[in-house]
């Protein structure tokens, strides 16, 4: 049984004709650049810290173009989160690396470069390869 559905699966792969089966799905011939890594995504606010006492925290690190708070719209209360920008991308991961565990304010914060925001699309988040290859141990 095992062998069938190998040799199927090969038959299903292998291209008789690789001129006459090869198509592109690409939407343009340029692929967009990487995004930038300037943006940090902070978690874990307090309620009372504001922009300016959250650019202070991270202005050690280097330039801080600009710090967004993301408050309720019916309380005006905090959410907890914000976005702090860096001029430069050595700078933002100086400031991950370092504030990510921190407290602030009492309470730990957690920081991870912020995923650009895509309406209508799928978001994808990435994720972490394991060294061990789990699905083989749970498929034999």
Same mark, same amino acid.
């Given at each position: 049984?095992?062998?069938?559905?190998?040799?199927?699966?090969?038959?299903? #792969?292998?291209?008789?004709?690789?001129?006459?089966?090869?198509?592109?799905?690409?939407?343009?011939?340029?692929?967009?650049?990487?995004?930038?890594?300037?943006? #940090?995504?902070?978690?874990?606010?307090?309620?009372?810290?504001? =922009?300016?006492?959250?650019?202070?925290?991270?202005?050690?690190?280097?330039?801080?173009? =600009?710090?967004?708070?993301?408050?309720?719209?019916?309380?005006?209360?905090?959410?907890?989160?914000?976005?702090?920008?860096?001029?430069?991308?050595?700078?933002?991961?100086?400031?991950?690396?370092?504030?990510?565990?921190?407290?602030? #304010?009492?309470?730990?914060?957690?920081?991870?470069?912020?995923?650009?925001?895509?309406?209508?699309?799928?978001?994808?988040?990435?994720?972490? #390869?394991?060294?061990?290859?789990?699905?083989?141990?749970?498929?034999?």
């Amino acid at each position: 049984m095992k062998n069938s559905l190998v040799s199927l699966a090969r038959r299903a #792969l292998t291209v008789q004709n690789p001129a006459a089966d090869w198509r592109c799905f690409c939407s343009s011939p340029s692929f967009p650049p990487p995004p930038s890594n300037t943006k #940090l995504f902070v978690a874990g606010l307090s309620w009372s810290v504001d =922009e300016k006492s959250l650019k202070d925290a991270f202005s050690s690190f280097g330039d801080v173009t =600009e710090v967004r708070i993301m408050y309720d719209k019916d309380s005006g209360r905090s959410r907890g989160f914000g976005f702090v920008y860096f001029s430069k991308e050595v700078d933002a991961r100086s400031a991950k690396d370092a504030m990510d565990g921190k407290a602030f #304010l009492g309470r730990p914060l957690r920081v991870s470069y912020a995923l650009e925001k895509v309406r209508g699309g799928p978001i994808v988040v990435p994720r972490r #390869l394991n060294d061990g290859d789990d699905n083989n141990s749970r498929n034999s």
